[in-house]
């Protein structure tokens, strides 16, 4: 799947002087005055480009520190697709108690394909389950994820609604800097939010879109924060995506304006299974078969019951 | 004996100026190589645990080599009289990627199409570099140089054009050279009109 993604880029090597992103105003040099200037300016990065979407399998084990992320149960586990073409990506998070086919056998919780088959077999199930096809996966524990905004100096993120932390840190709404520690904690609460497990998803979906804009933001004003990012992530990620590729993608990223990015679960109703709470999901999904389609879904498509409010 | 008293004074002048070394070194038909100053230390990030002082010596000859491309570049881009309208030298200093690119950008990225018949001469007057690079694996995979370049050009209308390039520029080793592959660069040129050939207007 990865020389796929290598043929898109190949492709925008081939069509990039059409891309547009560079812009020259160049004063002209007649009638001159007593005093002209000239100002333009010329940007090009090598990013992503084609019809084809990418999608990434972004995931967070449970592992506890010291032990392989590999051998936790994955408790965080959002498809993110990007559409190059139209600047648009989507997030979608699948709960983790989906009861769904694992890919090493039987049918069980999704976030056990993790322990189970280790980072391929989870990208199975996952693509089994959704139709989509990934081009790389990353994987995150607790222990990386803290590191990563202690490491940034904290996360800058929009809380939509107050609510109380698992460890009893009052998360007040607004804007606000989460430390590391924070941040995690942001992550990893259930319990005090309305929908539970979905309402957590769409708040580890919030920290990504936050991540983002503050990525963006820091490599706008310096060139080298590219670097410290892909380093601190790097240190604390587990992924298949080799450097120069995610150089790219970090150059498409930089084109893909948060506000044109969704960011929802895949629901599925409550229900029990051998004695364990479940998630049923229907089959098909929709939200599956709109962002498989072309990489995301638009907010107009978003169902209802797939962005609580709570 | 008098050449000893040129040298101390030379030296001298150097010290109190601040000890630039020389931008350019000149030939008898303008400049004949062009070397940026560089702004502190080369900064260093890496995908890897290895202790920051273990990889410094790396990072260092990483950015030497950033360096002599960038020299290069602007050397060529501005300053070289031979390749005024035809930057070919130019080009071959980015990657097959972002040389294609950088054709359609020559107005920005270079002197300009039409140096030749615009401009007689070329002299840079400051030219600061400030090189990050990103080690993988404990070797450095790729770098970004942010550059601030001033230039006084002489047009051949006899009025001046104060060149100023300023921007960051991506690179990666290309068969063992150093190339830019991504670039993010602003023009912002002065310039001043020809005198009067009939004098002050008043």
Request: with cysteine.
């Amino acid at each position: 799947m990865r020389r796929r993604l290598i043929a898109v880029v190949t492709a925008l090597a081939a069509g990039v002087a059409g891309l547009g992103l560079a812009t020259l105003r160049a004063t002209p040099a007649a009638s001159a005055p007593l005093l002209q200037i000239g100002d333009a300016h010329a940007q090009y990065g090598p990013t992503i480009r084609g019809n084809r979407p990418v999608f990434i399998l972004i995931l967070g084990s449970d592992a506890r520190p010291g032990t392989p992320l590999e051998g936790g149960l994955c408790d965080s586990i959002h498809i993110l697709g990007i559409n190059p073409k139209e600047r648009r990506a989507t997030l979608v998070g699948i709960p983790r108690d989906s009861y769904v086919p694992i890919a090493t056998g039987g049918t069980n919780k999704i976030n056990s394909a993790l322990p189970q088959g280790g980072p391929p077999g989870m990208v199975e199930t996952v693509e089994n389950l959704t139709g989509v096809t990934f081009d790389y996966y990353m994987l995150t524990g607790f222990d990386g994820m803290k590191r990563i905004f202690e490491a940034l100096g904290g996360l800058k993120i929009d809380v939509p609604y107050a609510f109380v932390g698992h460890e009893g840190t009052p998360f007040g709404e607004g804007r606000q800097t989460l430390s590391g520690a924070e941040t995690l904690e942001y992550t990893r609460t259930r319990k005090s939010l309305s929908h539970g497990d979905f309402d957590r998803s769409m708040n580890q979906g919030r920290v990504m879109l936050a991540a983002l804009s503050q990525f963006r933001a820091e490599w706008r004003r310096d060139p080298a924060a590219l670097f410290r990012w892909i380093a601190v992530g790097s240190r604390n990620v587990s992924t298949d995506v080799p450097l120069q590729e995610l150089l790219q993608l970090a150059f498409t990223s930089s084109r893909v304006r948060p506000k044109r990015i969704t960011n929802l679960i895949a629901t599925g109703g409550i229900d029990t299974a051998g004695g364990m709470s479940i998630v049923s999901l229907p089959s098909p999904h929709p939200v599956f078969q709109d962002v498989a389609e072309d990489g995301y879904v638009l907010p107009e498509d978003i169902p209802a019951d797939a962005a609580p409010a709570g | 004996m008098g050449v000893g008293v040129v040298a101390v004074l030379i030296v001298g002048w150097l010290l109190l100026s601040g000890g630039d070394i020389p931008l350019v070194d000149d030939g008898p038909s303008g400049p004949s190589s062009f070397s940026f100053e560089l702004a502190g230390n080369v900064r260093l990030s890496s995908t890897s645990q290895t202790p920051p002082a273990e990889l410094a010596g790396a990072a260092r000859n990483a950015g030497d080599g950033v360096k002599e491309t960038m020299d290069e570049l602007y050397f060529r881009a501005f300053l070289d009289t031979d390749s005024w309208g035809d930057y070919a030298d130019a080009f071959a200093l980015f990657d097959t990627q972002a040389a294609a690119r950088a054709q359609a950008d020559t107005e920005v990225l270079t002197l300009g199409s039409t140096a030749g018949e615009t401009f007689d001469s070329v002299r840079p007057t400051s030219g600061e570099l400030a090189i990050s690079v990103l080690m993988d694996k404990d070797k450095p995979a790729t770098a970004v140089a942010e550059v601030e370049f001033l230039a006084d050009a002489t047009r051949s209308d006899g009025g001046t054009t104060a060149i100023a390039s300023s921007g960051s520029y991506y690179l990666r080793q290309v068969d063992g050279a150093w190339r830019v592959f991504a670039y993010d660069v602003d023009r912002d040129d002065t310039t001043a009109a020809a005198p009067s050939p009939t004098g002050s207007p008043s």
